[in-house]
């Protein structure tokens, strides 16, 4: 059944009638058709021209729109973060699926277990930093083997094994035991601060791989900080490379313009998500309330930033947004860029695709 902001956006659209013409209420986070296209665009020229496959994260989006347009523009397949979002994405038609975790909901290895054994196409990987692990992915095979990624880790860093030797020790419980099958090495580098201290992480996972005797072995790496280091320090890597990056596709205002490998090399990514919202009310002199909230747009990684100049976010409440500045009225429009596209799209069930006229071309749609 469609809502009533889905079915108001597929009439503006195809009507080819603009966000402003009156269907559509407000606050409204709108996603920019040529943005999307650009970024998907760019980084599939970018992993291709580094020898590397793009495996995006697709806990950025979960929207099967905007997975095809990666699929379509060569993607290997889809990263995940769990077995419910492996669930979601494989109704996408997704043939190639990562969970970037080790796995031990037994209702989600079930699941997957059941889905190798139902079609011999589909691919099926997950993590895995402990003997115990791998013995709960042991326990819920199928037929088909469980194919294992052993994670490394740093100090500090998410999860993982901390050394070698327990990598090792981990990869040869996963050689040893029936139901599981060592596919390679994985590790994520996002979190760290510096180039000189991903380098190091990276040298880290080469010798992983080295030490692992996988034929035709994959190396997993994820994040949209660090690329470019990837791109250059793995390219003589005896692997195949899975790059999991996420937050390029929609990129940002905020956090992501900030720290995008772009800013050091040719090309960039460009902001595809807006939020458009009336001014409430104008309580004091200077001082404006917006009528979008932390229910509209993310907070976790920065505030809103207006597009308007003048105007400074101060805080953000449920249905409200503080703001400092000089001549608004109640009923003005005002737009915002966002800070972490990771926790945008999953505030809304359905956005409007727009043209650079804000007319509306389509719908993107959200599955959390």
Known sequence: MQSVLEQAILDQAARRLSIFDGGLGFPLMVVHRDALEHNVATMAAFVRDHGLELAPHAKTHMSAEIAARQLAAGAWGLTVATPRQAQTVRGFGVDRIMVANQVVDPAGLAWA???????????????????????????????????????????GGRAGCRTLDELLRVAGHVQETPGVELAGVAGYEGALKSAAEVRKYLDSLQEAVEYVRVKSPILSVGGSQWFDVIGRELVAAQARILLRSGAYVSHDDGYYRERTPFNRIDGELRPALEVWAHVLSTPEPGLAIVGMGKRDAPYDEGLPIPRRAGVTVVKMQDQHTIVRADGLKPGDLLAF??????????KWRVLPLVDPDYRVVGTITTNF
């Open 113 to 155: 277990a059941g889905e190798l054994e139902r079609d011999p196409a589909f691919e099926f990987l997950s993590f895995a930093d402990s003997v115990a692990g791998v013995d709960l992915l042991a326990r819920h095979a199928g037929p088909r083997p469980f194919r294992v990624l052993v994670e490394v880790g740093h100090e």
């Open 337 to 346: 860029g966002i800070s972490h596209p990771c926790t945008a799209f999953d």
